[in-house]
């Protein structure tokens, strides 16, 4: 459940559960308070998301680097991209709306996990790769009540 003030709204994790031990690949939703730094959003498929956030469209060429060896490693990169990377582009609407959190972003370690964003829900009820995820109705209302410095906290 994400609450902020009286909103509470429910939340899907990631397919392992959460952890306070977060590495690359593990498909967990790591245990912090992790600052919002921003929105992205698909301009084609919704309308600018109304927030005090630094919000941004998504370009079909936006990828997000998550080879830990590289330089770039859990930052934006520009498509086509050599080293591991996902696609931000993508076919089905998960990524329609995706506010990047920091994790492991300001201060970054190699391995300790990448992409960890706050984004929309599947039709079904499947978890995530070990993001947190709402509907778009929730993100609308949680988007419309965030401000610069807020922090999503998952907690164990």
Not at 10 to 24: A, S, V
Not at 45 to 53: S, V
Not at 77 to 104: Q, T
């Amino acid at each position: 459940m994400i609450r902020l003030g009286a909103l509470a709204v429910p939340c899907r994790l990631g397919r392992t559960g959460i952890t306070r031990f977060k590495r690359e690949g593990d498909g967990a939703t790591p245990v912090a308070a992790m600052r919002v730094l921003a929105v992205l959003y698909r301009a084609d498929r919704i309308a600018r998301p109304a927030t005090r956030l630094p919000v941004r469209a998504l370009r079909r060429d936006d990828g997000w680097c998550d080879a830990p060896d590289d330089g770039r490693y859990n930052r934006p990169v520009r498509l086509p991209f050599a080293p591991s990377h996902e696609a931000l582009w993508r076919d089905d609407s998960v990524y329609d709306v995706v506010v990047v959190l920091d994790w492991n972003v300001t201060r970054r370690s190699q391995m300790r996990g990448s992409a960890i964003f706050f984004h929309l829900t599947r039709p079904d009820p499947a978890p995530t790769a070990g993001c947190v995820a709402v509907t778009l109705p929730a993100m609308r209302r949680l988007l419309a009540r965030l401000r610069p410095g807020a922090v999503l906290a998952v907690r164990g």
